[in-house]
């Protein structure tokens, strides 16, 4: 069977995080609420388009996934799965110690650690040099262990208007919107199905989350129907293929760089 070739694919092993980055693109901020997947899930999830899909890389991700105990069976799943692409775990670092096993781990399944660094404010500086501590000691421990820490925080940019402390979105031009979108080539595997970004994966999430069930401006967002497993590979081919949709005019035509607050602080007007 053919499978088909997309830049990235991305798995959220959690929906939840420490940290409030405000206007996360996958809606972290809002403290989004959902079981953690188990192993079964991801593996229910993960067969269903494995064998079809061939993605450059394949990334493990959320929320924060380490807030996921299995996570270390995740990463192992993930390898057999997508055995011939690269594989990454994306964190921000602050619960590296509970799994002394990981770096291992991470070696025996080539997976690239990869840490996010969320900004530079004095409080949240102050933990961070916890996990690059961490970090370094993985390094000199493991020499074949891969580790990035990005700089997330640079190039941060608006996702949403607040309007009375509800996200609202933007009123664009879908194409300008591709074009500037940071997200473009992030297609999420969530619930069985592909969704061609993490603003709209996790939508149905915040709405219940923000109660924005009666906000009509969200409509677009409200009526997308991610590509599911019954998919024709034609069908499969035209969502890989398919640059701007219609619902990228909710999203901004242009980056608004911003500095967000501090990570730590959590707040209800994200």
């Not at 996570?71 to 670092?93: K, P």
């Not at 940019?157 to 500037?180: C, E, G």
């Not at 969530?190 to 401006?217: D, F, H, I, M």
Request: charge should be positive.
């Amino acid at each position: 069977m053919e499978r088909f070739s997309l830049p990235a694919l991305e798995y959220h092993v959690a929906h939840g995080c420490n940290l409030s980055c405000q206007q996360c693109s996958h809606y972290s901020n809002f403290h989004l609420v959902g079981r953690l997947p188990t192993l079964a899930d991801a593996e229910s999830e993960f067969s269903l388009w494995s064998h079809r899909l061939k993605p450059t890389r394949f990334a493990l991700l959320g929320g924060e996934p380490l807030l996921n105990p299995a996570i270390l069976q995740h990463i192992q799943l993930a390898r057999q799965h997508w055995y011939d692409s690269e594989l990454m775990l994306v964190t921000n670092g602050f619960f590296l110690h509970r799994f002394p096993e990981l770096p291992q781990v991470l070696v025996d399944t080539a997976c690239q650690l990869e840490i996010s660094q969320h900004g530079t404010h004095q409080d949240y500086i102050q933990q961070f040099r916890e996990v690059k501590a961490i970090v370094w000691t993985w390094r000199k421990q493991y020499p074949k262990l891969r580790i990035n820490i990005r700089k997330s925080h640079k190039g941060w940019m608006r996702q949403y208007n607040l309007v009375d402390a509800k996200p609202m979105p933007f009123n664009s031009d879908p194409d300008a919107a591709y074009r500037v979108c940071m997200q473009r080539t992030c297609t999420q595997l969530v619930n069985g199905c592909l969704a061609k970004c993490p603003a709209l994966a996790y939508w149905a999430q915040l709405e219940t989350k923000a109660r924005l069930e009666s906000v009509s401006e969200w409509d677009l967002f409200r009526d997308y129907e991610a590509c599911p497993p019954s998919a024709s590979d034609e069908e499969l081919r035209s969502f890989l293929e398919t640059k701007s949709i219609p619902q990228c005019a909710l999203c901004p035509s242009r980056r608004v760089a911003f500095r967000h607050p501090s990570p730590l602080q959590r707040s209800n007007l994200q």
